[in-house]
């Protein structure tokens, strides 16, 4: 096809080739991940995939997903969507009306055109390893390629060629084969021409095969050229559909894609060329199915049915169960006449015979997968003729109303549990049934042809039983054959394959595989005419495709729809909906027909819309948080994991297939874990030990489980399960009295939430009550007794003390009567009292209830808080207040009256409705006679002074007057109102009225009456009321009549409004449209309506006389709209006025889509509709600043300056929207969903934001020089940029004039003035604006006259001369006063400005490294871990052993490839072979053997290593090696190995206890302190390399960056970055960064660009060089900085090869300077080359190797620093106080600390609740052992704990990464290591550092960090204790595993023979501790050693006698 390869190797290269269409390619990797804004509950999309060009097809395969788009075929990853590989597959020269080219002799007379590859079929073939690709290109061409990568194509065809040129290079080849047609036209060859396919995978090994079913495309189609001739005709022989050969690994080449198979068969359906326009059919969906296997018996089901063969349940009673076949069915469209539009399309279901099943079904059911993907794996048997067994049948989904839909959209198989039917009148349980889901869609033809985007058309889901379909068949064949019904059934007379035209009957009685699949003497193919029906089980607009899952006991159904939703659809049993949730995938992008679930996590669905493809995780079941939420959503993938109170999946629930774990929403709301507490209330005085708690809801058995009872605060207590039959019982202790709660103020109880507390989670909770009578009389001490009684728990009231209390024991009188309840208690009885005027004194009678309980008690009477009188009983149920005087400044004043007992303050009767007093003060409130006088209604004695206007108390008992003056009437409003009146008046004034009554009929308009407001109605002061209905038109005064009649100045009219007309009097249906109602009179009345259609109102009034605006709302449809205008709610006038609600104004596009920064730029929106706007805003999302107002040019233009940016989109563009009329723009098309809260709105237009551009002049020049009178040009150059400017966007002003522009390039601008710049002004700006961003690029200077330019001179040159006379006597004069002065002045500034500029940075420095860091950190880069073996040997010998030395270190050949390499390690431990003389071989095997026979007894060995450590010169090296050497030789038996350790542990715990047992562990002195450590080290590996590798090596990454982001002395190491203090460089060098372009081939990359310093020598830039090269690429196999040069382009001719010291090398102070980027000066950019150095300069060694006496970089060593002679720079140096650098320090650690951080938190944290095998078992191992010693120190603990896993350990590591990581380990990095390794000692010491000003900076850095980091390590120690123990079986397990894990890989005979050396070497003293043993000595193990030693020394004379 001559697609280029682009394979995602290729891609990581530094030379990167652009694809075809590249612009698209930093757009997939930038929207890899990229999602849509929405609602996103049920679903969730995962990952996504975005296509440069519309996708065609998709297909799973084995953890990769294929994805097949217009001229492009993608390789995924399965589970994120990443890119792996990718393959051009188009655009190819073709044409529709030529041969494909692979047929020999295909000229071609038609021109052939670029055209572009749809693909039409993508299916894989796993078994083959091959992927099926089949495009539109080349009469529908295939090609097969590799599943692994589809860059490759994995078999050519034709079949021989592709394998030519490798033929002609090695040998001989197959010879091309010859193409037939029968191997061509596979798919169709048009975009919109269907094609379906499956592999068929044959069993019995008899060959793969293809079937095709794809649309006919040649003469007569819609799809063939329409100028075309008769000629054309050679197309008519490719069938509908074939079964086709792809035996492509092994079989014959010549068959491939060949429906030619064999001559006796039948491959084909072809519909005759004369049929063809009567039948054309369009393919949905190929799928294979197990059918049910029910049908008439066979001969051999015949002979077994007299042996009981069990019938399955609900199988039809006319046909037993028998084996199934397979079968392959087509899902399909048939318009019977295309050329008719009236003909509608007809949706029909094919079936083909594929064999019987495998006899082995228990495979088969392995194999079995949910999908009709899945579906395409089943094996088959012989594949039958295709035309003996095709069948087909009309499917129709309709409603019960007849609602039609005729068109099939898509099909999924799927598995559901149905209820059918009943059983003995009762519902019969659900059972599964395989049913088939199909969507359909009411269609014509003319929609079904058209190839555009599919519109939102009424659509359907409908399901039918396979076991239906099937039966339908049956009976379809036996209405044929046996007894013919032309109703039933009839032949496709149309196929060129059948056999007649009719059904006939036969005598012979039909096999069941003849009813199913057909025979050759029977007639076929044959088609049902009675349709298989459903009715629709959901409706909604614009749905696509379909996929159902079967989940606990609910069927899923997924729906795609045409505007890029996805719909989640729940149904029952019964096929009910029971929830449907949807989500936006891709904004109005339609679903692909076809959706599949992940093979490998059913949980997963992939779907595809037009251009992308997206992973959707079927649940987002943790967005519910509690039980009932959870079931009550009815999602059936979501339910309740009740041990861990979450909402999951049930997968994700731990032991979720065990009873009750798990909870699924089938099992209802009633099913979520509750309890209840018994007792729920708690008596604060009782003593409670515990309560019992019932479980109820789906729990597991909790016996056995962790549990407790939590009552928040951290407190909790022990609980445990009660045995119960039925439900769970929990008893718990109780809460501590000293953490009860404290009480709520004004409440007597507190409420406690509690919760039972399995395994660390709070499983189910409730609340109890604890609660205090007592505290319930004090919280209502009005009504204390009756609250007492009222309360809902038990109280007692004592009527002697006269409290409440929880036990009537507390009450001493509780041998006399008592209250009982409520009614009984002492009360007042309130009674009415007359008012009384302030400061008057009375006596108030109080009458009590109940009082025989309180006679004779002591009383007060209670006004308030502090008016208190006395109180006398008057009899035994009344009291009396005497002498009562109360006072108040306000008009009236109610006080509560109540009865305190007189020996108890604070205890009252109580008083349940509260008794008042009423005290008036007339002075207060009574402006007028009116109000003065109106008050006697209240009971108040007033009466109004007329002499002094006021009013007074009535002392004098004065008549009071029956008038009072006129009323006087102030302000009316409003001032006019409509005839019907209605309108609402506001009278303001004085004297209106005493009373509501006095005004009721009193208020006149004219002679109209207005009904006055009582609620409105303020004596004497406001009047409001209702306007009668008028006449005719009057105006006149408003009349207030009481006895006088008071009259209004201004006068009111009722006046008759009149609407003339609106406009605007149209307006989009979303509303919005401001409109005008023109009229007069409109501003009348008090209230106003515009109503839209009677119901609807038109907002935002406002009005004036003549005119009203108002907003319309909006309308749902599009219609004519009556407005008219309601006063005063009355009938509503102008209602022939029409509003026509239009369409919305569309939006197609907008353009550009690109916009500078500043704004301004002129989008231009596209669309329809636009007149209709009267104002347009545009918003950019996110960063737009604030919204920008368009114009509407026309019908279709809008435009709108983009708004400015706060920052530029990068990658990912803003997302735009449009305001029309006030109104959000949404597109019409994007329907919502059924629910409306999930009609989320997404945005549809993107803009791109980018820096502003850039112009200079040409030369860059700041001035230009012009003369007045000449013509300007001016030339302007331009940055590049990525906005695609056109010419009008620029505008060029020189001041105000314009300059016209003449000429625009990318780069260029060239513009020009016309007219003359004369202007008073001699310079002017030159500015260019884009948009809103405006720039002055220079200053135009216009010239004068030559002599005033001369004069000037002159004149400016003398008084210059002048100038410089008087300058130089003054500066004689003064200079020899200041020069001391100014020489020292100058000195301190200097110091005091180099301190302030250091300071600066460093704050600077600490402020953004850590930024910085973590964005440079490249973390992509794989870890180098070294492999187990090498990781053992450098731990178990990094020093201390002689097997570690040189003599083992081998250097290796260097790489094939251009690269060196490091040495390797060649450990003998290693080798797989022990090399020793043949001839010594026997015997030394024998020796060695026996010798590991006593290695393996535990008491030769506890002796043996006694023994040597007893001896003096065994020392702690012989000891260390000694144990590694052990470890090795027992490394395959760890548990032994970990026995003896732990006795020689507890040997060297007996001898620690007994002096200092703090001091134990501390160091490595002994065998078994070594071994521990070899032990911790083999254990935590896995740990180590899986949980703190990538911390660790983040840590090293970081470190190493942030040292060469400054300047490193070559010499000394030091750096301007370290953490240690004696490695910082404590100077001032200025350092500016380099991007260097090298090219280097090696690394597996050809070039970079490579940040460097210009301080560095080159050969620190050559190792930064080697390390961006070969990050990917382990160290050890790095070339070394001695083997490459460096060579520099200066020019294209010239070129250097840099050194760090050559001839060029500059001497300072007697040194000689190395090189540095400044030294050569390389500018930024440079270009550079590397490669292997063919002659290696062995002249200059290692640069940090040179003698500092002849050499320096940076600085000069320290001591040279004090010499008298030092230089000028070296003593400007010396006076900057070198302390002022430890800031950097600071830096340093800022910007490391988050990795640091992260290292410790992955050190010291318990991962999955459960730490390092190891750890637990160990540390339990020292607690037991210090339990058995009585050592009870928690500290001496701890620091057993310290010493043996953080300090022998992780210290270890900390300090040595090599040990894990293959990299180099610098010196410098290694100071730094020692810091951190120090920080996490002081973390885990529990001594307190005592740090002062003069502690080490190495201990102050991390002084602040040690506290928090001892907590961590503390709770690190508990967590690991609190955890349960382990057995010595789980524990031997473990170690059994790690020996099995990592066996054969050291060489255990060199080890032997190690440990051999030392039993030789103390020989005597081993044999003299075996005999004084005596277990040893019974044993005789000291002969047996004898033995050994008699062996290996004669074995070894021999051989070195021989040598």
């Avoid at 103020?745 to 205090?772: C, E, L, M, P, W």
């Amino acid at each position: 096809m001559g697609g280029r390869r682009r394979a995602a190797g290729e891609r990581r290269r530094g030379a990167e080739r652009a694809p075809p269409g590249a612009p698209w390619w930093p757009l997939v990797g930038a929207l890899l991940l990229w999602g849509f804004p929405g609602g996103c509950r049920a679903l969730e999309v995962e990952h996504r995939f975005l296509s440069p060009t519309a996708t065609n097809n998709f297909a799973l395969g084995p953890a990769k997903v294929y994805l097949a788009s217009v001229n492009r075929l993608f390789q995924l990853s399965g589970p994120n969507l990443s890119l792996e590989a990718w393959e051009a597959l188009g655009p190819e020269a073709d044409s529709p009306l030529c041969h494909a080219p692979q047929l020999p002799q295909a000229s071609c007379e038609h021109p052939k055109r670029p055209t572009d590859n749809y693909n039409k079929l993508l299916q894989p073939d796993p078994e083959q390893g091959l992927l099926v690709v089949c495009g539109s290109l080349f009469q529908g061409f295939c090609q097969l390629r590799s599943l692994d990568n589809i860059s490759v194509v994995a078999v050519a065809f034709p079949p021989g060629a592709g394998e030519e040129k490798e033929a002609g290079a090695g040998g001989s080849s197959q010879a091309p084969v010859t193409v037939f047609p029968s191997m061509l036209n596979v798919a169709a060859n048009h975009a919109n021409a269907s094609t379906v396919g499956l592999v068929l995978r044959r069993r019995g090994g008899l060959g793969t095969r293809l079937l095709v079913a794809a649309t006919y495309t040649g003469l007569g189609s819609p799809f063939f050229p329409r100028n075309a001739s008769l000629e054309d005709h050679r197309f008519e022989n490719t069938p509908e559909i074939a079964i086709r050969s792809l035996e492509a690994r092994g079989g014959d080449p010549g068959r491939l894609f060949t429906f030619d198979i064999n001559p006796s068969d039948d491959n084909v359906f072809k519909i005759k060329q004369g049929a063809k326009e009567r039948h054309k059919l369009s393919f949905v969906r190929a799928f294979l199915h197990r059918g049910s296997g029910r049908g008439p018996p066979s001969s051999a089901e015949k002979k077994k049915k007299g042996k009981g063969t069990a019938t399955e349940k609900g199988a039809p009673s006319s046909w037993p169960r028998r084996r199934s076949p397979a079968y392959a069915y087509l899902a399909l469209n048939s318009e019977a006449n295309a050329r008719e539009k009236e003909s509608p399309s007809q949706s029909l279901l094919a079936r083909i015979c594929l064999g019987d099943a495998k006899e082995e079904e228990e495979e088969e059911e392995g194999e079995k997968e949910e999908g009709a993907a899945a579906a395409a794996s089943l094996p088959v048997g012989e594949t039958k003729k295709l035309t003996e067994s095709y069948i087909q049948m009309g499917l129709q989904c309709s409603s019960a109303g007849g609602e039609l839909f005729n068109r099939l959209v898509s099909v999924f198989p799927a598995q559901a549990t149905l209820h059918l039917g009943s059983q003995g009148g009762l519902p019969a349980p659900p059972e599964p049934q395989e049913l088939l889901f199909g969507v359909f869609e009411k269609s014509s033809p003319s929609s079904s042809s058209s190839g555009g985007r599919p519109g939102a058309q009424p659509s359907a889901l409908c399901a039918f039983r396979f076991a239906q379909i099937e039966e339908a068949i049956r009976v379809a064949r036996n209405s044929c054959f046996v007894a013919p019904d032309a109703r039933l059934v009839t032949v496709l007379d149309s196929v060129v394959q059948g056999t007649g035209p009719a059904c006939e009957r036969r005598k012979i009685q039909l096999q069941p595989e003849q009813l199913d699949c057909g025979a050759a003497h029977l007639q076929h193919p044959l088609s049902i005419l009675q349709p298989i029906k459903a009715k629709p089980v959901f409706t909604s607009p614009g749905l696509t495709s379909v996929a159902v899952s079967s989940v606990n006991n609910y069927t899923v159904v997924f729906l795609g729809t045409v505007n890029g939703r996805l719909l989640k659809i729940n149904l029952n049993s019964s096929m009910d909906v029971m929830s449907r949730e949807s989500i936006t995938v891709a904004y109005s992008e339609p679903v692909h027909p076809v959706m599949q679930f992940d093979p490998s996590d059913s949980s997963y669905l992939y779907l595809m819309t037009s251009h992308q493809i997206a992973r959707v995780k079927v649940a987002a079941c943790n967005q519910y948080t509690v039980c009932t939420e959870c079931l009550a959503a009815a999602d059936a993938y979501c339910g309740w994991c009740t041990l861990e109170t979450r909402c999951s999946l049930q997968h994700e629930c731990a032991n979720s297939d065990e009873p009750y774990y798990w909870i699924s929403a089938s099992e209802g709301v009633q099913q979520c874990p509750s309890m209840t507490i018994i007792p729920s209330e708690i008596n604060i005085e009782k003593e409670n030990t515990g309560m019992i708690i019932q479980i109820n809801g789906n729990i597991p058995s909790l016996n056995g489980m962790k549990m407790s009872c939590d009552y928040g605060n951290n407190i909790e207590t022990v609980a445990k399960v009660l045995t119960q039959p039925l439900n769970q019982y929990v008893y718990c202790n109780f809460l501590p009295r000293e953490k009860y709660p404290a009480f709520p103020s004004n409440q007597d109880h507190v409420i406690v939430q509690t919760a039972v507390r399995v395994n660390g989670k709070n499983i189910v909770q409730a609340n109890f009550t604890i609660y205090d009578c007592k505290r319930t009389g004090n919280i209502y001490p009005k009504t204390a007794c009756i609250s007492c009684f009222s309360a809902k728990w038990k109280c007692h009231w004592c009527t002697r003390k006269y409290t409440c209390v929880s036990n009537a024991t507390e009450c001493a009188d509780s041998i006399q009567m008592n209250i009982q309840n409520s009614t009984d208690c002492p009360q007042i009885v309130p009674a009415s009292v007359a008012p009384v005027s302030t400061g008057d004194s009375q006596d108030i009678a109080i009458t009590l209830m109940n009082a025989a309980f309180i006679k004779e008690m002591p009383l007060e009477c209670h006004f308030e808080t502090d008016r208190v009188f006395e109180a006398r009983w008057i009899n035994s149920s009344a009291v009396q207040c005497n002498n009562v005087q109360l006072h108040t400044s306000d008009k009236r004043h109610l006080f509560l009256v109540n009865l305190q007992l007189k020996e108890k303050p604070g205890r009252f009767i109580d008083s349940p409705q509260m008794m008042t007093v009423e005290i008036y003060n007339c002075a207060t409130g009574s402006a007028d006679c009116s109000q003065c006088l109106g008050r006697e209604d209240l009971g108040h004695q007033c009466i109004w002074s007329d002499s002094s206007s006021s009013c007074r108390l009535n002392t004098e008992a004065l008549q009071i007057p029956g008038t009072c003056p006129p009323p006087e009437i102030r302000k009316i409003e409003p001032l006019s109102g409509p005839l019907e009146g209605g309108t609402m008046v506001t009278i303001r004034g004085r004297n209106l009225g005493r009373r509501f009554s006095d005004i009721v009929n009193a208020v006149k308009i004219g002679n109209v009456k207005c009904s006055p407001l009582q609620e409105r109605y303020i004596v004497s002061e406001e009047i409001v009321c209702w306007t009668g209905e008028a006449v005719e038109e009057f105006s006149d005064v408003v009349t207030v009549n009481l006895s006088k009649e008071g009259k209004s100045r201004e006068r009111y009219s009722y006046v008759l409004p009149v609407v003339k007309f609106m406009s605007p009097s149209t307006g989009p249906k979303a509303g919005g449209t401001k409109v005008t109602i023109t009229g007069s009179n409109l501003s009348v009345g008090s209230e106003l309506r515009v109503l839209v259609n009677g119901t609807k109102e038109c907002t935002d009034l406002s009005r004036t006389d003549t005119t009203i605006t108002c907003t319309m709302p909006s309308v749902e449809f599009t219609t004519t709209a009556s407005v008219c205008v309601q006063f005063e709610n009355k009938s509503c006038i102008g209602d022939n006025n029409n509003f026509n609600y239009e369409k919305n104004p569309s939006i197609m596009d907008i353009n550009p889509k690109k916009s500078q920064i500043s704004g301004g730029r002129i989008i231009t929106v596209e669309g329809n509709g636009f007149l209709m706007a009267q104002n347009v805003s545009m918003v950019v999302h996110t960063i737009g600043k604030g919204q920008t107002n368009c114009k509407v040019h026309s019908d279709t233009v809008i435009t709108c300056p983009s708004p400015a940016a706060s920052n530029l989109t990068g990658s990912k563009p803003a997302s735009v929207d449009f305001y029309i009329n006030g109104r959000l723009y949404t597109d019409d098309n994007h329907f919502p969903f059924d629910h409306h809260e999930e009609a989320v709105h997404i945005s549809k237009f993107h803009l791109e934001y980018y820096p502003d551009p850039q112009f200079f002049t040409a030369k860059k020049e700041k001035w230009i020089k012009h003369h007045p009178g000449e013509p300007l040009t001016l030339v302007i150059h331009k940055e590049p940029d990525s906005l695609g400017l056109e010419s009008n966007e620029y505008e060029v002003k020189i001041g105000l004039i314009s300059c016209e522009i003449q000429i625009v390039s990318d780069k260029v601008i060239h513009c020009s003035v016309n007219e003359s710049l004369n202007t008073s002004e001699r310079q002017l700006p030159v500015t260019i604006q884009v948009g809103k961003f405006n720039q002055t690029i220079a200053m135009l200077h216009l010239g004068g006259s030559e002599t005033a330019i001369t004069v000037s001179i002159v004149i400016c040159s003398i008084l210059l001369l002048l100038s410089v006379v008087a300058l130089f006597v003054f500066c004689t004069k003064s200079r020899r006063a200041e020069r001391y002065w100014q020489k020292t002045l100058l000195q301190m500034e200097e110091m005091e400005s180099q301190i302030r500029e250091e300071i600066r940075k460093g704050f600077a420095e600490l402020q953004t490294d850590m930024t910085d860091l973590t964005k440079e950190l490249n973390r992509s880069q794989g870890i180098p871990f070294l492999e187990y073996k090498y990781f053992v040997t450098r731990t178990f010998f990094p020093k201390c052993s002689s097997l570690y030395e040189e003599r083992y270190i081998l250097p290796s050949q260097h790489l094939n490839t251009q690269m060196g390499s490091q040495v390797q390690e060649t450990h003998p431990l290693l080798l797989g072979e022990w090399k020793i003389p043949e001839n010594c071989r026997p015997n030394m095997e024998e020796g060695i053997a026996l010798f590991s026979t006593l290695l393996n007894n535990k008491h030769f060995l506890i002796v043996f290593v006694h023994a040597l450590e007893q001896q003096k010169d065994f020392a702690v090296r012989d000891r260390c090696n000694l144990a590694s050497l052990l470890t090795i030789a027992l490394h395959g038996k760890l548990e032994y190995y970990t026995s003896i350790m732990k006795d020689l542990l507890v040997d060297l715990i007996d001898a620690s206890a007994s002096k200092n047992p703090k001091l134990m562990l501390r160091r490595t002195e002994s065998v078994v302190e070594k071994m521990l450590t070899n032990w911790m080290s083999i254990c935590m590996y896995s740990f180590l390399r899986e949980t703190v590798g990538e911390p660790f090596f983040l840590l090293l990454c970081a470190i190493k960056q942030q040292i060469n982001k400054g300047s490193i002395d070559a010499i000394t190491g030091k750096a301007r970055y370290t953490l240690n203090e004696e490695w910082l460089l404590r100077e001032n060098i200025e350092a500016k960064p380099r991007n260097l372009n090298v090219s280097f081939q090696g690394c597996g990359m050809d070039s970079l660009s490579v940040r460097v310093m210009d301080t560095d020598t080159l050969s620190q830039v050559k190792e930064k060089i080697l390390e961006a090269f070969c990050k990917n690429i382990p160290y050890s196999q790095w070339p070394r900085v001695e083997d490459v040069d460096l060579e520099w382009f200066a020019t294209s001719t010239d070129s250097y090869i840099l050194r760090d010291l050559d001839d060029t090398s500059v001497m300072e102070d007697g040194r000689k300077k190395l090189n540095t980027l400044a030294h050569y000066k390389i500018p930024d950019g440079a270009s550079l080359a590397m490669s292997l150095t063919d002659n290696k300069d062995t002249t200059l060694s290692r640069v940090k190797d040179l003698d500092t006496e002849k050499y320096f970089h940076l600085v000069l060593p320290t001591d040279e620093l004090n010499d008298n002679k030092k230089s000028h720079r070296q003593s400007h140096r010396k006076k900057v106080l070198p302390e002022i650098y430890l800031t950097r320090l600071l830096s340093t650690k800022g910007t490391l600390q988050k990795f640091l951080d992260d290292l410790f938190k992955a050190i010291l944290s318990i991962r999955d609740e459960k730490p390092p095998v190891a750890i637990k078992y160990f540390f339990d191992f020292l607690e037991e052992q210090a339990e058995k010693r009585g050592i009870s120190d928690p500290d001496t603990l701890h620091i057993w704990k310290t010493n043996s896993l953080p300090l022998r350990f992780w210290v270890n590591i900390l300090k040595n990464p090599q040990f894990v990581f293959d990299i180099d380990k610098t010196d410098h990095i290694d100071a730094c290591l020692s810091v951190i390794a120090q920080a996490f000692i002081d973390a885990c010491s529990i001594s307190d550092l005592q740090l002062g000003k003069d502690s080490p900076t190495n201990k102050l850095l991390y002084a602040k960090e040690i506290p928090e980091y001892r907590k961590i390590v503390q709770k690190y120690y508990k967590q690991i204790h609190d955890m349960p123990p382990l057995s010595e079986q789980e524990m031997n397990a473990h170690l059994a595993e790690e020996s099995r894990k990592y066996r054969n890989e050291f060489n255990t005979n060199v080890a032997m023979t190690e440990i051999y050396k030392y039993a030789k070497r103390y020989r005597s003293q081993i044999v003299n501790a075996l005999d004084s043993n005596p277990t040893t000595r019974r044993t005789q193990l000291q002969h047996k050693f004898e033995q050994v030693i008699a062996l290996m020394e004669d074995n070894i004379y021999e051989c070195c006698s021989e040598a």
